[in-house]
């Protein structure tokens, strides 16, 4: 079953958006291709309202508030169909939301070794001893 099936949109194992908080509209998707795409609406604008959801806990809203705005928005017109092209803005949309819940892992301050420090002193001593052999020999 893909992202788009089902009773609503599968952001993860633990989150999934119901149809009703997703507005889906089409429209014509422009660009070349003659009469069918002046015609046919099948570009697809899918937006989900961050702000208004009754579904996400606080923590969820707070971190996709800050990822990603109060309102996200995804236009796809990639394909001719627009059935495949609700696929595609369904798949994208649960992608983007997923990313916005991972939590980014905080950074532990760390400190070099005093083997490290040795290292890199030697190294530096090293380098300078190289340098003034290539200086010319003062008299």
Do not use: C, W
């Amino acid at each position: 079953m893909s992202a788009g099936q089902g009773p609503g949109l599968r952001v993860n194992g633990s989150l999934t958006i119901p149809d009703a908080e997703l507005d889906e509209r089409f429209t014509t998707s422009g660009g070349p291709g003659g009469q069918h795409a002046n015609r046919s609406s099948t570009r697809v604008v899918l937006t989900f309202d961050v702000a208004s959801s009754v579904v996400l806990t606080a923590s969820q809203r707070r971190r996709m508030l800050d990822k990603l705005g109060a309102e996200v928005r995804i236009s796809v017109d990639d394909a001719r169909s627009q059935y495949r092209n609700r696929e595609v803005a369904r798949e994208r949309m649960a992608e983007r939301l997923r990313g916005a819940l991972v939590q980014a892992r905080s950074r532990r301050p760390t400190k070099p070794s005093r083997s490290a420090k040795a290292r890199r002193l030697n190294e530096k001593k090293r380098r300078s001893e190289v340098k003034q052999q290539r200086r010319r020999p003062t008299e």
